[in-house]
């Protein structure tokens, strides 16, 4: 335990910090609006809602899950915040209601997942559909628009001029999620399903349990993301959380957290999000059109998973010459 | 294997009888939409998705947690990329083996990562279908490209006896095809049985990773095929047209009684499943559902197979 505690900030996070910041320099030197604090401001603020996604996704990689519905929960819980919103409710009752409308999304991927015992990949790929489906028709055809900025207010507010309010809410999150993850039995169980499932079912762990719950987790944060999507937006267009998945699950592999399971890195989830944001803001910046960004983003998974393995094992003799 | 034979014939009857509800259902609420011409239109649109799901069949049978999620970004990007050869000045008549060659291309370099490199199928081929969609999308700003030799046009809309050209010329024959060689071919029964038992397999000598590596590379060139149709279909190629066929293909082969952990299942089946996805989607824009109820629906389809499926007895429980 100590020794996966100070594994945590080791090679990889420290890999990720000095490519974002070797990526910066690159990107400053070819334009000089790069460095300007309005720039930063809108790396700072694009993050935010796929700190939280990567931050649950890293739960659910952890048991040897995934899910590539994480973007549509986001919509529909956006949907019902705006929604609830144009009634004219509290902005707090609404800031809860992300959290709500997610967890309950979640525990139906997880109860879908767990007790249909349907592979994860499959069954996320069909309650996308459905999800998305559910957000055609919630929205109507049309955008959900001019929204109250109450919710603004508290979460888009910069502390300083520059860092959103809503940071305040992602480090309690983050920190929340390592004492769970690293100090908690339900955190030992997590890693434990994730590492060998059958061994920690004979162990005695409730597998089917500690697995549903990961998927709450992730669902309750996407949620939570909705609440901040809000705050920064203030309107949910149709194709809303259409990228969200792909950029997650970039940012988590990235980060070292395991696509097999049994392996998590928060703070490696949190600087994969950063990176590919920096990236992807930078490249648009350099006068690369937007629509590449999932190129770019697709690219830098398959490498760093690529580089990942070949490190592992054989190298790059195994492309050349197989699989011993 | 008895029991798997029973699962798979029970499956069937339950596909066949669900298709037969579908078409009676539509046929009841709207009496018109049992005319001939149904028929023509159905396999009108079921040839791409017919030859994307034979793709996605073959690859989850061969086990190995197969899967291809990749398959609407290379008919995308093979639709996208045959095309510019041709406005860069590739002779006409190469189109139809340019978008072929450059699906299996793409379909090799999944079977790269996924047999060389060995990344799990679902995130590797999740990786490469933002990659390809994403460059289709991203080479022609979203925009059509348009040029499809006048030729190749009644290729993609005529008929013959109410059957649609593509549908004869490359959907019976890459069944037929598909069909035999799982059945009286050693590349088939090498192909059940590393599906079933990937170990074992391995034991005996079949040599897994090539056979895998080879159906990552069919279901590439079965995509550029449905490429292909497309362009003739539509005179021009849409950046977007693998939009949901990852979906699609997958709700098809399952619905069709391929087993997702692999190694059991037939083609034949599958086929039954496309021509029944595309009944209900051709059904529900008869009554005027939107368009966007589509993948929804499909999406649910491929959850309560699998629920299904649970139902039924394994031989692996």
Same mark, same amino acid.
């Given at each position: 335990?100590?020794?996966?505690?100070?594994?945590?900030?080791?090679? $990889?996070?420290?890999?990720?910090?000095?490519?974002?910041?070797?990526?910066?320099?690159?990107?400053?030197?070819?334009?000089?609006?790069?460095?300007?604090?309005g720039?930063?401001?809108?790396?700072?603020?694009?993050?935010?809602?796929?700190?939280?996604?990567?931050?649950?996704?890293?739960?659910?990689?952890?048991?040897?899950?995934?899910?590539?519905?994480?973007?549509?929960?986001?919509?529909?819980?956006?949907?019902?915040?705006?929604?609830?919103?144009?009634?004219?409710?509290?902005?707090w009752?609404?800031?809860?209601?992300?959290?709500?409308?997610?967890?309950?999304?979640?525990?139906?991927?997880?109860?879908?997942?767990?007790?249909g015992?349907?592979?994860?990949?499959v069954?996320?790929?069909g309650?996308?559909?459905?999800?998305?489906?559910?957000?055609?028709?919630?929205?109507?055809?049309?955008?959900?628009?001019?929204?109250?900025?109450?919710?603004?207010?508290?979460?888009?507010?910069?502390?300083?001029?520059?860092?959103?309010?809503?940071?305040?809410?992602?480090?309690?999150?983050?920190?929340?999620?390592?004492?769970?993850? $690293?100090?908690?039995?339900?955190?030992?169980?997590?890693?434990?399903?994730?590492?060998?499932?059958?061994?920690?079912?004979?162990?005695?762990?409730?597998?089917?349990?500690?697995?549903?719950?990961?998927?709450?987790?992730?669902?309750?944060?996407?949620?939570?993301?909705?609440?901040?999507?809000?705050?920064?937006?203030?309107?949910?267009?149709?194709?809303?959380?259409?990228?969200?998945?792909?950029?997650?699950i970039?940012?988590?592999?990235?980060?070292?957290?395991?696509?097999?399971?049994?392996?998590?890195?928060?703070?490696?989830?949190?600087?994969?999000?950063?990176l590919?944001?920096?990236?992807?803001?930078?490249?648009?910046?350099?006068?690369?059109?937007?629509?590449?960004q999932?190129?770019?983003?697709g690219v830098?998974?398959?490498?760093? @998973?690529?580089?990942?393995?070949?490190?592992?094992?054989?190298?790059v003799?195994?492309?050349?010459?197989?699989?011993? | 294997?008895?029991?798997?034979?029973?699962?798979?014939?029970?499956?069937?009857?339950?596909?066949?009888?669900?298709?037969?509800?579908?078409?009676a259902?539509?046929?009841?609420?709207?009496?018109?939409?049992?005319?001939?011409?149904?028929?023509?239109?159905?396999l009108q649109?079921?040839?791409?998705?017919?030859?994307?799901?034979?793709?996605?069949?073959?690859?989850?049978?061969?086990?190995?947690?197969?899967?291809?999620?990749?398959?609407?970004?290379?008919?995308?990007?093979?639709?996208?990329?045959?095309?510019?050869?041709?406005?860069?000045?590739?002779?006409?008549?190469?189109?139809?083996?340019?978008?072929?060659?450059?699906?299996?291309?793409?379909?090799?370099?999944?079977?790269?990562?996924?047999?060389?490199?060995?990344i799990?199928?679902?995130?590797?081929?999740?990786?490469?279908?933002f990659?390809?969609?994403?460059?289709a999308?991203?080479?022609t700003?979203g925009g059509?490209?348009?040029?499809?030799?006048?030729?190749?046009?009644?290729?993609?809309?005529?008929?013959?006896?109410?059957?649609?050209?593509?549908?004869?010329?490359?959907? @019976?024959?890459?069944?037929?095809?598909?069909?035999?060689?799982?059945?009286?071919?050693a590349?088939?029964?090498?192909?059940?049985?590393?599906?079933?038992?990937?170990?074992?397999?391995?034991?005996?000598?079949?040599?897994?990773?090539?056979i895998?590596?080879?159906?990552?590379? @069919?279901?590439?060139?079965?995509?550029?095929?449905?490429?292909?149709?497309?362009?003739?279909?539509?005179?021009?190629?849409?950046?977007?047209?693998?939009?949901?066929?990852?979906?699609?293909?997958?709700?098809?082969?399952?619905?069709g009684?391929?087993?997702?952990?692999?190694?059991?299942?037939?083609v034949?089946?599958?086929?039954?499943?496309?021509?029944?996805?595309?009944?209900?989607?051709?059904?529900?824009?008869?009554?005027?559902?939107?368009?966007?109820?589509?993948?929804?629906?499909?999406?649910?389809?491929?959850?309560?197979?699998?629920?299904?499926?649970?139902?039924?007895?394994? $031989?692996?429980?």
């Amino acid at each position: 335990m100590g020794a996966r505690i100070a594994g945590s900030i080791g090679g $990889r996070e420290l890999t990720l910090l000095v490519a974002g910041l070797v990526a910066m320099a690159i990107f400053a030197v070819l334009s000089p609006v790069y460095l300007s604090a309005g720039n930063l401001y809108q790396v700072v603020r694009n993050s935010v809602e796929l700190l939280v996604v990567g931050l649950g996704l890293t739960f659910v990689l952890a048991i040897g899950g995934i899910d590539v519905s994480v973007g549509m929960v986001l919509g529909i819980a956006a949907i019902a915040i705006g929604n609830l919103l144009l009634a004219g409710a509290d902005p707090w009752v609404a800031a809860l209601a992300g959290p709500l409308v997610g967890a309950a999304l979640g525990a139906f991927t997880g109860a879908v997942i767990v007790f249909g015992r349907i592979p994860a990949i499959v069954a996320t790929i069909g309650l996308l559909g459905v999800y998305r489906t559910a957000i055609f028709a919630l929205l109507g055809g049309s955008w959900l628009s001019g929204l109250p900025s109450s919710l603004s207010d508290i979460f888009a507010a910069r502390i300083g001029g520059f860092l959103p309010a809503s940071y305040i809410v992602i480090l309690a999150a983050y920190l929340a999620a390592f004492v769970v993850l $690293r100090r908690t039995p339900f955190g030992l169980h997590l890693l434990a399903v994730g590492n060998a499932e059958e061994r920690a079912r004979l162990a005695g762990v409730a597998v089917r349990r500690v697995r549903l719950a990961a998927y709450v987790v992730s669902g309750t944060l996407c949620g939570l993301a909705a609440t901040f999507y809000i705050a920064n937006y203030r309107n949910v267009e149709m194709t809303v959380g259409s990228t969200v998945a792909l950029d997650a699950i970039a940012a988590v592999v990235l980060g070292g957290t395991s696509i097999l399971g049994g392996r998590a890195s928060l703070l490696g989830t949190a600087l994969g999000v950063l990176l590919i944001r920096v990236l992807q803001n930078g490249f648009t910046i350099v006068g690369l059109p937007s629509l590449w960004q999932p190129v770019v983003t697709g690219v830098l998974l398959l490498a760093a @998973l690529s580089l990942e393995r070949l490190a592992a094992s054989g190298g790059v003799r195994r492309l050349a010459f197989g699989a011993p | 294997m008895p029991r798997s034979t029973t699962s798979t014939a029970l499956k069937l009857v339950i596909l066949l009888v669900l298709f037969a509800a579908i078409v009676a259902a539509f046929g009841l609420y709207q009496p018109r939409f049992l005319q001939t011409s149904l028929v023509s239109t159905v396999l009108q649109f079921a040839s791409m998705l017919a030859l994307v799901a034979l793709g996605q069949a073959l690859i989850v049978l061969a086990g190995g947690a197969g899967i291809d999620l990749s398959v609407g970004g290379i008919v995308s990007l093979s639709a996208i990329l045959s095309m510019m050869a041709l406005q860069a000045g590739a002779p006409p008549v190469t189109l139809p083996v340019l978008a072929v060659a450059i699906g299996a291309l793409l379909g090799a370099v999944n079977g790269i990562l996924v047999t060389r490199i060995r990344i799990l199928p679902l995130i590797a081929t999740l990786g490469t279908l933002f990659v390809y969609g994403g460059l289709a999308m991203a080479l022609t700003a979203g925009g059509s490209l348009s040029g499809v030799p006048q030729w190749l046009v009644p290729f993609g809309r005529g008929l013959v006896g109410g059957v649609p050209y593509h549908f004869l010329a490359l959907v @019976l024959p890459a069944y037929l095809a598909a069909a035999v060689i799982l059945t009286f071919t050693a590349w088939g029964r090498w192909l059940y049985a590393m599906g079933y038992n990937e170990r074992s397999a391995h034991l005996v000598g079949i040599r897994v990773d090539r056979i895998r590596f080879f159906a990552y590379c @069919l279901s590439g060139a079965l995509s550029g095929l449905a490429a292909l149709v497309s362009l003739a279909w539509f005179g021009s190629g849409r950046p977007n047209i693998g939009l949901n066929l990852e979906l699609e293909s997958l709700a098809a082969a399952l619905l069709g009684g391929i087993a997702i952990t692999g190694g059991s299942g037939g083609v034949i089946g599958v086929l039954i499943a496309v021509l029944m996805i595309v009944t209900l989607k051709t059904g529900l824009q008869f009554v005027n559902v939107s368009t966007v109820w589509q993948v929804g629906i499909v999406g649910a389809l491929l959850l309560l197979v699998l629920l299904l499926d649970f139902l039924i007895p394994r $031989r692996r429980a």
